[in-house]
């Protein structure tokens, strides 16, 4: 199936759940802030959320430096 990631068109498989697709994506999802078809998440529905079809996710992560 397909969804949308930070504007970018993506196949996932049906089941994928989003801290699967985090992690898939080699970024550890407490470090990330995502959003679900317009909604902020909470890190602790990473794990139960599954992915539709069409789905619309940004992924923000942040970085410090100095």
Avoid at 8 to 31: H, M, N, Q, Y
């Amino acid at each position: 199936m397909k969804i949308v990631c930070n504007g970018e068109t993506r196949k996932v498989a049906a089941g994928t759940r989003l801290g699967e697709f985090i992690t898939g994506l080699g970024l550890d999802p407490d470090s990330v802030v995502a959003e679900y078809d317009g909604k902020i998440l909470n890190r602790d529905e990473y794990d139960d959320l599954v992915l539709r079809e069409g789905a619309v996710i940004e992924l923000i992560r942040f970085v410090g430096g100095g």
